[in-house]
């Protein structure tokens, strides 16, 4: 099986509130104004729909995908032929993660309510319909492998439930980053095209208020995170990535930080988003020096909370905890 990394998050699309056209007259928005008027209310109310929709899997994607790949890496990592399965002769044996009720609480009403609902998005729908049956199928064989491993039950039967249990373990393994793939490419094809048009919609509504600016530089994080994650770039798109990204960010806050309602959780937003800057920054630096990892650092390159200093798993860190904070704003 090829090495799982941990997943990047994604960020909300926004919930937008704009008045369609100016005030609209009370009743029926049907039936009532003018034809532009109706036009538009029905527009927003498309848009809102697609966003809740979006949401929806959003929120199972953010929740479950990472923690379920770093459950693969903590099982996987131990076993030396992880085609053979394990021996029983290791000298560090790790289970891998419980994917709980609560965990799937977030995957199942949520998935099955957003595939049945407006607008239909045929590839997406089914991808998310898959990603929720490869999680409904790996669940209980997970929580039963991380039972064993975590009661140590391999030193009372000599591996023997282990080794019978890793087939099955590693088939809904498979299944789930196969499902996960084509959930990820389609979810974010879909909220990438909904965020740039909210992104145009927010600027000729109301301008550059704190929502543009979120969004935009959640904009500029991604395609750095997919420009830099590779092992090698090109190191001048990525200062102009980068460039970018400081620019719209240091512009936010000059125009909206000291703004409130709601200035105690820009200011979290905003650390994450200088702890981003900074990570970019020592990423270009290491790739540019063509500084080699020290033995311990390669050690750690796939570690889910340990990655060093300029790889692209501390990068891809720093954007998920910044997606974590604009998801909270």
């Not at 538009?40 to 790949?69: H, M």
């Not at 053979?84 to 799937?104: H, K, L, N, Q, W």
């Not at 703004?259 to 702890?275: H, I, L, T, V, Y």
Request: proline share 4%.
């Amino acid at each position: 099986m090829p090495r799982i990394f941990s997943s990047t998050a994604l960020a909300a699309a926004l919930a937008l509130a704009l008045s369609a056209c100016g005030n609209t007259p009370a009743g029926d928005p049907a039936t009532t104004g003018s034809a532009e008027q109706r036009a538009a209310t029905a527009a927003v109310d498309a848009q809102q729909q697609l966003t809740a929709k979006l949401n929806a899997y959003i929120g199972c994607f953010n929740a479950l995908d990472s923690k379920t790949r770093d459950s693969i890496q903590s099982y996987t990592r131990w076993i030396k032929d992880v085609d053979a399965g394990p021996t029983g002769r290791e000298s560090s044996i790790y289970g891998p993660f419980e994917i709980s009720d609560y965990d799937m609480k977030q995957c199942d009403a949520p998935v099955t309510e957003a595939i049945a609902a407006k607008p239909a998005l045929t590839e997406l729908d089914a991808a998310a319909s898959r990603y929720q049956q490869a999680l409904k199928a790996l669940a209980p064989v997970s929580k039963e492998a991380h039972d064993y491993y975590e009661r140590q039950d391999y030193e009372d039967d000599q591996f023997a439930k282990g080794k019978q249990m890793h087939g099955p373990l590693m088939a809904a393994f498979k299944q789930f980053v196969a499902a996960s793939e084509q959930f990820n490419a389609e979810l974010e094809r879909q909220n990438d095209a909904a965020q740039r048009e909210q992104l145009k919609v927010l600027e000729q509504a109301e301008g550059r208020t704190r929502e543009y600016y979120r969004l935009a530089m959640m904009l500029e994080a991604k395609a750095i995170v997919e420009l830099m994650t590779q092992d090698a770039f090109d190191t001048a798109k990525a200062q102009e990535r980068l460039d970018a990204f400081n620019r719209i960010s240091d512009e936010a806050h000059a125009k909206v930080a000291d703004q409130e309602p709601g200035k105690s959780d820009w200011e979290g937003f905003e650390r994450e988003a200088e702890n981003f800057r900074h990570q970019g920054k020592e990423r270009l630096q290491r790739v540019s020096e063509k500084r080699a990892y020290s033995q311990f650092e390669r050690g750690m390159l796939d570690s889910p909370s340990m990655a060093p200093q300029g790889s692209p798993g501390k990068l891809m860190q720093e954007y998920n905890a910044l997606v974590f904070q604009s998801n909270r704003q």
